[in-house]
């Protein structure tokens, strides 16, 4: 661990954040690649994968909910979940960063890789995981603290060290509320209006630098203003970030990503390719009908 | 059409049902109104037998309240609550050592680590905690936890206040426990989806996400918990003694290790010494009951202040 943090001086949780697993150890050939990929991605081509599922299947109890899943999600672009409700669009969300853990009756099969390593391998603690993988939920949910000590939870579970007063101001100045919040950082996040909130909450999110962002329909509980404001961060995030999100809006999956994935009923991924192939000209009758509206 | 609406006939068929219907309100209220009654009748008869004892030779307001000598004899003796306040205060002081870590940190995993199968055993065990008649926590305290405090080396008399205030924490603990994980398991679990996509443990979650979100229902429990050590009275008189003793300021250790007598303890001595009804003695029982009266109300009243002040509104 000394001599890894010595060879990468610069790089502040390194330590943790460049493998997933309980012990530190380097010595797993695939944990080290992973470490050369993580930091050559922001130059390297568009196609570079970042989580990608192999066969992957979920079951809550005896119902599956994700059927033999095959996805390569690319890396810094802005990649929409789409699909009728029920259709596993969350559950595949939650899979990336292991939040179906903390469901007793979900049960995995198959591979999820994030940077090559499959998240579900026994040595990956998914706390770590987490802290490479940001999420902002449906509903805004900041914590009933300051909106100062919103943006600096993440800081402070992972244990980062810097200033933090410049940290939560960029991240805020990135969510595009620092301007409204500037003057009342001491005031708790609850006090703020349902958008102002959930732009908190992505903050939150992206504060401690996450190499991903997950976003589970973060518009959905919104009006439209700050609906179209959420969508304008989304894409000036998918500049730093890899942006998966869900969302029940086929325009605004059309408006803001690059790629979509659609799901249908059952789980099955029916259809991944470049958004405007999706939109234009999908290669399934099923999901063409999905998209006029002939069903779902 | 018009012949249909003959058929409709809105009037009363009966006042029978409106009679029963006002007899049914007029006893609802009637035990609704019997607890605000009792309550009255209570107060008012701990302030008139108070006022009396004030009044009696031996007793007055200002010795009552600044003196530190209690001495309740038969045939009169010296009034000075601030023996029994203390010798209160040190018992309710220590029995929230023991339970507000005890009792916080039980609910914390019964709210937030425990599988369904471990709540459904240890849920059930503290409920049989809190149903314990408390003559036995009293009896356990003499006969088997000073005994225990001495083997261990701590030099307690007979009758002290240290396991009697343990044993009382113990008695408490259900309390904390089962209002702190209510107020607990009512957090949205929203928030704490939003810890553990932070990257946060377990235990960082629940200490700082769960804890401060609940805070307010958190606090009531103590207040609530501490207003039953106030008034506890079978496990002080059995273990903590009967003899009043002024609180040592110079060496607060040693009142824990030697006996004492909680206020509740005092009016226990007064009612079933020989003093005769109307004697100080006697009285002093009153004076005594309105004071720890005015102290639990003063913390419920405190509790309800909490609640509303530290209560988030979610969603």
Known sequence: MTQDSMTNPDSRTDSQSTDLERSNQTSDPLVDSSIDTGQSGGSGGETRTVIESRDLDVFYDETQALQSVDIEIPAE????????????????????????????????EGALNFEGKNVYDDDVDPVVLRRKIGMVFQSPNPFPKSIYDNVAYGLNVQGIEGDYDAIVEKALRRAALWDEVKD????????????????????????????????DEPASALDPVAT???????????????????????????????????????????????????FENPESQRVEDYITGKFG | ?????IDVDLTRSSSGRVVKERIYKWLLFACAALTVFVTAAIIYTLATDAIAFFMTEDASVTGFFTGTEWIARSDGGTFGVWPLVTATLTITFVSALVAVPTGVAAAVYLSEYASDRMRSILKPSLEILAGIPTVVYGYLALVYLTPALQWIGIPVSTFNLLSASVMVGIMIIPMVSSLSEDAMS????????????????????????????????IFSSFILALSRAIGETMIVVMAAGL??????????????????????????????SDATGGSATYLSMFALGLTLFVITFVMNLASDYVASRYQEEYQ
């Open chain 2, 1 to 5: 059409m018009s012949e249909r609406s």
């Open chain 1, 77 to 108: 672009k802005v990649t929409a979940i789409i699909g009728p409700s029920g259709c596993g669009k969350s559950t595949f969300l939650r899979c990336i960063n292991r939040m179906n853990d903390l469901v007793d009756a979900a049960r995995i």
């Open chain 2, 186 to 217: 009512s957090v949205p679990d929203s928030l704490r989806q939003a810890g553990y996509g932070m990257g946060a443990t377990k235990y960082e979650v629940s200490t700082g996400v769960v804890i401060p979100a609940a805070i307010s229902g």
């Open chain 2, 243 to 272: 003899r009043p003793r002024m609180f040592n300021f110079t060496n607060p250790l040693d009142n824990l290790l030697s006996s004492g007598q909680p206020m509740t303890a005092g009016m226990v001595s007064a009612v079933t």
């Open chain 1, 228 to 278: 179209s404001k959420i969508e304008d961060l989304i894409e000036e995030l998918s500049e730093e970030y890899t942006v998966v999100i869900v969302t029940h809006n086929m325009q605004q999956a059309a408006r803001i990503s690059d790629k979509t994935a659609v799901f249908l009923t059952g789980g099955e991924l029916a259809e991944f390719d470049n958004t405007d192939k999706i």
């Open chain 1, 184 to 215: 009342q950082l001491d005031s708790s996040g609850l006090d703020l209006s349902g958008g102002q909130q959930q732009r908190l909450c992505i903050a939150r999110a992206i504060a401690p630098d996450p190499d991903v962002l997950l976003m």
